[in-house]
C-alpha cells in the first residue's frame, strides 16, 4: 500500500500518522521525494481499512499495490535512484560506459585495455575474474589474482571496476571492487543476493537467460530487502527461438523497467548479441530506449582473447563507437560522464 502525502505536510503530521500505522505490524518506509512524500507500507495490509487512511487530514491519496516488487517499484519510490561510484552518478541523468575485456588475462592486458578505454571515453572498467562458462574446460578465471589485476587498472586509470562474484563465499575477495556483478546465471542464486543485499556495495543484476522483468525485479527485491538499495539493473538478451544471434536483445525492456522501477537500467550488447558488428547499433538503440548505462566488452587483442573473441571490440572501433554515443546520449539529454 502506498499513501501519498499532501505537499505542506509537517514532520509532526508525518510522525503522527507513522506512529497510528504501528498498529497493523506493517513495516513503513518514508519516501521523501523532489516532488511529494509517500509513504510505502510492506506486509500484510488488509487489515488497514483505506478509508480511514484517507481521512487523516495529510493524506492526499491511498493505493493498493499490485506487484510483488516493493521496494524497486516505482510506485514506491517516485524519483529515480542514483547511485554513486567514484564521482560518477549511475541513474543521474548521466550515461556511464563500462568497458573492457570479457575476462582478465594479464597484467599487460588489462592494463592496455583500460588506459585505451578510458582514453576512448568510457567511465568505469569491467573484467571478470570469476568467469561462468559454459564448458568446465574453458578458461575459468584468474579468480583473486584477477581482481588485484582490476584493482591495478583503477590505480592507474582511475576508472572504477565493475566484475562478477559466482559464489557466496568469495564475496571477502571483493571488498575493495566499485560495482558487483551477478551474471545472468547467478540472477536467481538467492544465497547470493541475501548476502549481496546485506553489503553496502552497488550490484549490477544481469537479467537471466529467460528471467522476465518480474523475476528480475523479485530478485532486485531480494537484494534490497535485505536492506542494500543500491541495484542496478541489466539487460543482456535473454534466450529465444532465433539462433542468428547468441541472444535476442529486448530493448523494449529498457523503457517498460524505467516505467516499472526507480532502479538504473544498464544494457549489454556484447552479451546480447554475441557479434561485433551488431555491438554499435545495439548500444546506440539501447542509448535511445533511455539506458541509464551500457556495459561493452574491449580487448586489446580480441582475436587471441581468452574468452568471447568474437564479440569483443578493439579499442579502435570502441573509441568510435564511444563518439556516436556520446553524442546520441548528449541529444538524449543523459551526456556521458565526464569526470576527466
Ligand atoms: C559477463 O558480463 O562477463 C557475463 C558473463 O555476462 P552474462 O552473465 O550476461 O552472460
Ligand atoms: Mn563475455
Not at 505537499?7 to 500518522?17: A, F, G, P
Not at 510505502?40 to 495490509?45: E, P, Q, V
Not at 588506459?115 to 574453458?138: C, D, E, H, N
Not at 550490484?203 to 527485491?221: C, F, I, N, P, Y
Request: aromatic share 4%.
Amino acid at each position: 500500500m502506498i499513501i501519498v502525502l499532501k505537499n505542506k505536510t509537517t514532520e509532526q503530521e508525518i510522525n503522527e500518522l507513522m506512529s497510528w500505522l504501528t498498529q497493523f505490524k506493517v513495516t513503513t518506509n518514508l519516501v521523501q521525494g523532489v516532488h511529494s512524500n509517500i509513504i510505502g507500507l510492506i506486509g500484510d495490509t488488509t487489515q488497514i481499512d483505506i478509508e480511514a487512511v484517507q481521512a487523516k487530514e495529510c493524506v492526499e491519496g491511498v493505493q493498493r499495490v499490485q506487484e510483488p516488487y516493493k521496494n524497486a517499484n516505482r510506485k514506491f519510490h517516485p524519483d529515480d535512484t542514483v547511485i554513486e561510484v567514484r564521482g560518477r552518478t549511475i541513474g543521474g541523468g548521466k550515461t556511464q560506459v563500462m568497458a573492457g575485456p570479457c575476462s582478465v588475462e594479464t597484467e599487460e592486458q588489462i592494463i592496455t585495455t583500460a588506459i585505451a578505454v578510458k582514453q576512448a571515453g568510457a567511465t568505469m572498467l569491467r573484467g571478470g575474474a570469476f568467469k561462468p562458462r559454459t564448458s568446465p574446460y574453458s578458461f575459468q578465471g584468474l579468480g583473486k589474482e584477477g581482481i588485484d589485476l582490476l584493482l591495478k587498472a583503477r590505480e592507474v586509470t582511475g576508472l572504477p571496476i565493475v566484475t562478477e562474484i559466482m559464489d557466496v563465499s568469495d564475496i571477502d575477495l571483493f571488498a575493495d571492487v566499485d560495482i558487483v556483478q551477478v551474471g545472468a546465471r547467478n540472477m536467481q542464486n538467492f544465497t547470493l543476493l541475501k548476502a549481496l543485499g546485506r553489503c553496502d556495495k552497488p550490484v549490477l543484476l544481469k537479467r537471466g537467460l529467460s528471467g522476465t522483468l518480474q523475476e528480475l525485479l523479485m530478485s532486485a527485491e531480494y537484494i534490497m530487502s535485505e536492506g542494500n538499495q543500491k541495484v542496478i539493473l541489466c539487460e543482456r538478451g535473454i534466450r529465444t527461438f532465433e539462433p542468428a544471434m547468441r541472444n535476442t536483445l529486448d530493448l523494449a525492456a529498457v523503457p517498460l523497467l524505467r516505467q516499472k522501477t526507480h532502479l538504473p537500467v544498464t544494457v549489454d550488447p556484447s552479451h546480447a548479441t554475441g557479434i561485433v558488428s551488431l555491438i554499435e547499433p545495439c548500444a546506440l538503440g539501447a542509448v535511445a530506449v533511455g539506458a541509464d548505462a551500457l556495459e561493452i566488452e574491449v580487448h586489446n587483442d580480441p582475436k587471441n582473447a581468452w574468452s568471447d573473441g568474437a564479440q569483443q571490440l578493439t579499442p579502435s572501433k570502441f573509441a568510435q563507437t564511444m563518439e556516436k554515443i556520446k553524442a546520441l546520449a548528449e541529444f538524449m539529454g543523459k551526456p556521458v560522464d565526464n569526470v576527466g
